[in-house]
């Protein structure tokens, strides 16, 4: 059976470097955090995959495929002295990323008992950065912002205000929209009370939860 080290040294190689990652601080930690770790044993053989993996038993929440959640966290240019707020963070594998580019990151979780797993593998792995709190993820973390850079752990059909409201001058929010068919990774950046969108590629991912479009009334 191929070790997870190697399985680690592939997915690198065939994954994220061919996604124009060339962020070296970005390798170096998916080289090192132990990607297995944040997913259920029984389906630890799929951590490494091109594609989303399940954190849960049920299947209702995944983390990113390796290749697109690198290159949305190297377009949040994050530097080491940022603060970074990581919503839908599920179990912590990206939060454990970006704590290896950021001084501090806050780790947005809804439902508890995925927090708690989290926090133990976090603490288990020594990473001592990283703050996981519970609560709704459309209404960000404000009490600890703002924040130079955000992160939504899968597809929305819009990015809410009240998160864009929580970046500081010059920050950044990446995050996949999807609506209508249409599936693409932005980036959102703040200059001073303005917030200006790009689209930097196409990706897909699973949805988060609580983004559901409310349905319209019709008379």
């Known amino acids: 059976m191929v070790s997870f080290a190697v399985q680690r040294e592939n997915m690198v190689?065939?994954?994220?470097?061919t996604a124009d990652v060339v962020?070296?601080?970005?390798?170096r930690a998916m080289l090192e955090i132990p990607r297995e770790a944040f997913v259920p044993e029984d389906v630890r053989a799929l951590a490494y995959m091109d594609g989303d993996v399940p954190i849960t038993q049920s299947q209702s929440?995944?983390?990113?495929?390796?290749?697109?959640?690198a290159k949305l966290i190297q377009f949040l240019e994050i530097e080491d002295n940022a603060v970074v707020l990581d919503v839908g963070c599920g179990t912590g594998y990206g939060s454990a990323i970006m704590a290896r580019l950021a001084q501090t990151v806050v780790g947005l979780e809804s439902d508890p008992a995925i927090a708690e797993s989290a926090t133990k593998i976090l603490s288990e792995l020594g990473v001592d950065n990283v703050v996981i709190v519970i609560g709704e993820l459309t209404a960000g973390w404000p009490s600890e912002g703002p924040y130079d850079a955000i992160l939504l752990n899968g597809s929305v059909p819009e990015v809410p205000s009240v998160l864009l409201e929580q970046l500081k001058d010059g920050g950044r929010l990446a995050a996949i929209e999807a609506d209508e068919g249409v599936s693409r990774a932005r980036i959102w950046q703040r200059s001073g009370k303005t917030v200006s969108a790009r689209t930097v590629f196409d990706a897909a991912a699973k949805?988060?939860?609580?983004?559901?479009r409310k349905p319209e009334f019709v008379f």
């Open 13 to 17: 190689e065939s994954q994220v470097r």
């Open 23 to 27: 962020d070296r601080r970005i390798i």
């Open 61 to 69: 929440r995944f983390m990113m495929a390796p290749g697109v959640h």
């Open 207 to 212: 949805p988060l939860p609580g983004f559901e």
